[in-house]
């Protein structure tokens, strides 16, 4: 799928200035970074979308300071983090 957003010109190339080629891949961890701190995504498929490992996308989003918690009726459940992370 293709997402296609508007923003001023001025913006487009300071930014562009700054990123240079990355702009569409910083574009695309923003709108995985703030889909997980929402809840709207998961570590899984923050790892989907940015076609990393679990392991990658964690550390991806524990450098934002994004964390992923178990909840305790998780832990009471037994249900293991790598399972957790990937749902």
Known sequence: ??????????????LAAEWGSAF???????????GCRSGALSV?????????SI????GFLKEREIYVYETLSDIDRGVDLEELLAK
Not at 24 to 34: D, H, Q, S
């Open 24 to 34: 569409e891949r910083k574009t695309l961890e923003a709108l995985a970074a703030e």
């Open 1 to 14: 799928m293709s997402v296609t957003i508007s923003i001023p010109t001025n913006i487009e190339e300071h």
């Open 44 to 52: 899984g498929e923050v790892a989907r979308m940015l076609e990393m």
């Open 55 to 58: 392991n990658e996308a964690d």
